[in-house]
């Protein structure tokens, strides 16, 4: 199958008439998903597998990303609002247990393991991430690497299936792909205010501001006119686009030198653009 194949075997699970009327759903993790099938799909105990593995470990990204948007539509108060982050919290725990159930009806109870152990991993950096924010001590860099390390803990669970010769592969790969994905989210929040506190954006301005920009925004005093002023005197979407374009630059190099054979390369050229062999 060709393309963002995993996406499409999920959509009988993450496509809901209730949702899609009363909330919206994160991204889909597609490259991250397929780039993790194709490498599972390369070692022979695990072929077999390889689609159920990366459904299944789509599913629980998406339901912990799902929950994730909970505290910021909390923000709104109003029925509809209400009514989304309900339907949020139960979207993100019916994601997160149909792993079990897929998981359970190919009798793959060590998979469920697993994803279990890499949810309780993400769920300890979370608090570790979380308090150094509340304690003010989160840089930009530290904040960009936390983003890239919860998002990359799912699929790095079944390093193990995977022929162990491919595993530094995969990792370049995954730690490029996936840094580029949360830069290029950045700059998106960084074009809208009310997703502007705790953001790279945030904590660039944080470590580069003044002592009386940083009292406004610890006191939250700023308004949206102070962001952008702030926003342009740190050239913030400049650092970002350019943080972008290096590592969009470093994944294609990465992706082109790397030992890929022919069947890999042309699975993943659809996100990686690669050139033909």
């Not at 999920?10 to 009327?21: G, S």
């Not at 029925?79 to 919290?89: E, G, I, M, P, Y």
């Not at 840094?179 to 790279?200: H, M």
Request: charged fraction near 25%.
């Amino acid at each position: 199958m060709n393309g963002y194949h995993i996406s499409q075997l999920a959509k009988r699970y993450v496509e809901h008439d209730m949702i899609q009327a009363h909330t919206e759903l994160p991204a889909f993790p597609n490259a991250r998903v397929e780039l993790m099938f194709a490498f599972l799909n390369r070692s022979k105990p695990t072929a077999e597998h390889s689609e159920l593995f990366a459904l299944v470990t789509s599913l629980v990204q998406i339901g912990l990303d799902t929950h994730d948007t909970i505290e910021l539509a909390a923000e709104e108060h109003n029925d509809r609002n209400l009514r989304s982050r309900q339907l949020k919290v139960l979207a993100g725990d019916y994601f997160s247990s149909r792993f079990y159930n897929l998981l359970a009806q190919q009798a793959q109870i060590d998979a469920v393991r697993t994803l279990s152990q890499a949810v309780c991993d993400i769920n300890r950096l979370k608090m570790t991430v979380v308090d150094k924010m509340k304690h003010w001590t989160m840089t930009a860099e530290e904040y960009l690497r936390s983003s890239v390390t919860l998002k990359k803990l799912l699929f790095q669970s079944f390093n193990a299936q995977m022929n162990q010769e491919d595993v530094p592969t995969w990792e370049e790969l995954l730690d490029a792909m996936t840094e580029l994905e949360v830069l290029e989210r950045e700059q998106e929040r960084a074009d809208q205010f009310a997703r502007f506190e705790g953001s790279w954006s945030y904590w660039h301005v944080w470590q580069q501001g003044t002592d009386d920009e940083r009292r406004k925004l610890k006191h939250k005093t700023h308004d949206e006119l102070f962001w952008n002023a702030l926003m342009s005197k740190y050239e913030v979407r400049e650092q970002l686009a350019y943080q972008a374009r290096v590592s969009r630059d470093k994944l294609h190099t990465l992706a082109v030198a790397l030992p890929l054979d022919k069947n890999t390369r042309q699975r993943l050229g659809a996100f990686l653009a690669l050139p033909r062999l």
